[in-house]
């Protein structure tokens, strides 16, 4: 990939400084002048990038605009309706106008304060979205009641940032994928959509800083709603929580030098165009077709055509080999008799991995079953009570691999942790295996 960057990159350079520039060549200057209005017709500058980025030709952004606004109006009516709109005045409305006054006026926005259009929905989802076009939203209570003002900021940030960065838009280029070359796989058009969802998050940061919200935040969001293991045993158009948590925190850090607390950054013009963590990169922009315009064009649209191939290709492998190690160590589902009233899901060390592991006891705990899979099957073993000590309560083991001995304790969150052993006649534990945890199912 850096490889095909270089090339592309001494390509531009090349051909921008050819005889065109000049026009000593009629003949030249026209092809250019012609490449620069097909380029026009096809794509439209991006807005954090400054590629040229594929476009539907038959949509324009007024297009995009009146189909954002009429998605906020359809379920405005919808709110108003079931009562579940919260009108200006009210607390949360309120609340969501005053964050998003100041995000505006550090987005890509600021000259379109006017066109700001949202509705705060009674609905106790946490979850907030937006339509495309301008900047408009639409956030849900549910987001609202689980949220300070820093994380709130963050998810208004974002939710505009999809509409700058005009990924709805964007789209289009799975149709043409589709047209010209191989069919775009299911997995392919979600890994494209995740890959949405980053540049979202990473320009939602730098609007959240800029506008005077703590960018570090970001992360805390999404701490509040990691799912464990269980996230990455699908594939996912956004983000799992655990990762985006991790890399906004990252992310956030490295711009926390935009952040001034409570007041919009001076800079925000400055910055919004190159930052740490985007910058625009147009190489046409200041060149008139007819002077190598029209190609650098026609190369961007090019670039930025393969920039997003492989992203999407490199996070759908990514996502396929975290989906299959997920449900490596993913932990059973089992259907337990009544009487088995402690039930735990956690992992084991067994056959020399770490998998999946759903146990339970009975009431007074003289016995269990633990449960793990294991090429391709699911095993299933004996818990029997052995004796407690300073160390914690003993068991013996017993699958159709093997038996030894089982050290767990309870801890405050509710878990059981411990070593399980395997008999061996070397000593009186037998071979350490690794860990044995679960938690509460």
Known sequence: MKTLNFFLLFFLITFSNLSIAEEKTSFWSNVDKFLGQIADGVSKKDNITGLRTIKDPFKNDEFYNQQGLKAIEKM???????????????????????????????????????????????????????????????????????????????????????????????????????????????????????????????????????????????????????????????????????????????????????YRKGVINPDVEKILYCNELYCNKSLSEGVEDGSGGGVLKVLEIVADGLT?????????????????????????????????????????????????????????????????PFNGKVIQGSLKFHGSNEHGYWFRWKDKWGQGYLVIKEYTDGSLRGSIYMDNGSNQLGKFLGEFTGYPN
Not at 163 to 185: Q, R, T, Y
Not at 228 to 248: C, K, L, Q, V, W
Not at 326 to 346: H, L, Q, S, V
Request: hydrophobic residues 40%; positive net charge; charged residues 25%.
């Open 308 to 372: 997003k191939h492989y992203s999407a290709s490199a996070e759908k492998s990514r996502q396929e080999l975290q989906v299959m190690m997920a449900k490596r160590i993913m932990p059973p589902e089992i259907n337990w008799p009544a009487n088995y009233k402690f039930r735990y899901k956690g992992t084991i060390k067994r056959h020399s991995q770490v998998i999946g592991n759903t146990f339970a006891f009975l009431s007074d705990f003289s016995k269990g079953i633990f449960v793990y």
């Open 76 to 258: 405005e009516n919808w709110a108003r309706q079931n009562n579940k709109l919260f009108k200006p005045g009210s607390l949360e409305y309120e609340r969501v106008k005053k964050i998003a006054d100041r995000i505006v006026r550090a987005s890509h926005y600021k000259d379109h304060v006017d066109k700001l259009r949202f509705i705060v929905v009674d609905i106790p989802e946490f979850n907030a979205w937006a339509p495309g076009g301008g900047p408009f939203f639409t956030v849900y209570k549910g987001l609202l009641d689980k949220t300070n003002d820093d994380e709130l900021a963050c998810v208004i940030g974002h939710e505009l940032a999809h509409n700058s960065a005009g990924h709805i838009e964007e789209n289009f280029f799975l149709m043409v994928k589709d047209i010209v070359g191989k069919k775009a796989s299911r997995n392919y058009g979600i890994s494209y959509t995740n890959i949405h969802e980053q540049e979202a998050d990473r320009v939602g940061l730098i609007y959240t800083a800029l506008a005077g919200y703590n960018p570090l935040a970001c992360a805390t969001l999404w701490k509040k709603k990691d799912g464990g293991i269980s996230d990455f045993t699908y594939m996912r158009s956004h983000p799992a929580p655990a990762e985006r948590a991790a890399a906004n925190k990252y992310a956030a850090k490295k711009i926390l030098k935009y």
